[in-house]
């Protein structure tokens, strides 16, 4: 599960409407594709479910350039404007000219969370419920990313015993023995831990 690991942001993060958002998080992969001929698509509508709020103008959609289902700033296109959801949770994104023929296209449903009105293992999942174009289209969906927010920075404690030497010539191998935790309520692991040693004085 995709975890929004997110401390506090002031305004003007990354996210796509501004203020304190995790940035622009993949939510969903699709692909629209036509069987005979090409069609343009006026409008598509995407459903959340779950907790978590989506910023103000925090959806958005982008044509999946390689199809690596990521989402890469400079690389994958826009489609339409940034849009808020609704209400009754959609994101409806009008007023758009896309083209697709029969080689489809794939593309990524983008979000912003908020993480100030988000808590602790909230989580937001999309999926495609609309597509308005002049001919049939078919789509296909992925599987929605469950995002899940982790507001808990990982912790670590280091214990010795002192002095912090081993042998009589100070040269023997030390062990630091110690832990390391993921707090809150969705922790989602470390995967390591660093140590520096420093030298505190010549004598």
Known sequence: MPVCRTPARGTGGAGAGGGSGTGRLVSQQFRMVTTTAGATVSQIVVTKTGAAT??????????DVNGNGTFESGTDTAVGTAVSFAADNTATFGGL?????TTGTNYLVVVDIDNTATTDGQTLTTQLTGVTASIGVNNASTVS???????????SAITTTSPYTAGADNTSPMTLDGTASDGGSNPSGLNRVDVSIQRSSDS
């Open 54 to 63: 989506v910023s103000a103008n925090g959806a958005r959609l982008f044509a």
């Open 97 to 101: 000219s896309e083209s697709v023929n």
């Open 145 to 155: 990313r469950t995002l899940s927010m982790d507001k808990t920075l990982p912790a």
